[in-house]
């Protein structure tokens, strides 16, 4: 989870609605996972990416949700910490889909990214893998402005 202080509060993004603030510096704890997405405004031929820090499928669905002719996703990145890629190191690297799996009440969540490699969050006794319901929550072809 993301968390910051008041000082650190920049004045408004226009595009982004009177529901979203913006902070010059964030603290993060760094055992979850996190989206890194490229967005980007669109206003006739110009265009303005920027990057916005993203914690939890929740948020990046309703980001994905707010998508328009002004306003679209170009890309995710997901953020993994050594606990979740088990690699000794946070990565960052293209997300493909997240999946939501759920099985006798059970629930886990596997991230799919660049080169087939997949991480697996959620009940450690549900087997990801074998009799599972599967409920696609995001794939690439949701991001309206990698088209």
Not at 79 to 99: D, F, T
């Amino acid at each position: 989870m993301f968390r910051t202080y008041e000082w650190a509060e920049v004045p408004l993004v226009p595009l982004l609605g009177e529901t979203f603030r913006t902070w010059m510096c964030v603290e993060y704890d760094m055992s979850l996972g996190w989206f890194n997405v490229l967005v980007e405004e669109r206003k006739g031929k110009r265009r303005v990416p920027f990057i916005l820090m993203v914690v939890g499928e929740r948020a990046l669905c309703s980001l994905l949700t707010q998508q328009s002719k002004t306003f679209v996703v170009r890309s995710v990145q997901f953020v993994s910490s050594e606990k979740i890629n088990q690699s000794g190191r946070q990565r960052m690297e293209p997300l493909l889909k997240i999946e939501l799996l759920s099985q006798h009440g059970l629930e886990g969540l596997l991230y799919e990214v660049e080169k087939g490699t997949t991480y697996f969050v959620g009940d450690t006794t549900l087997q990801p893998f074998t009799g599972t319901s599967r409920q696609v929550i995001f794939d690439t072809s949701m991001c309206m402005g990698s088209h």
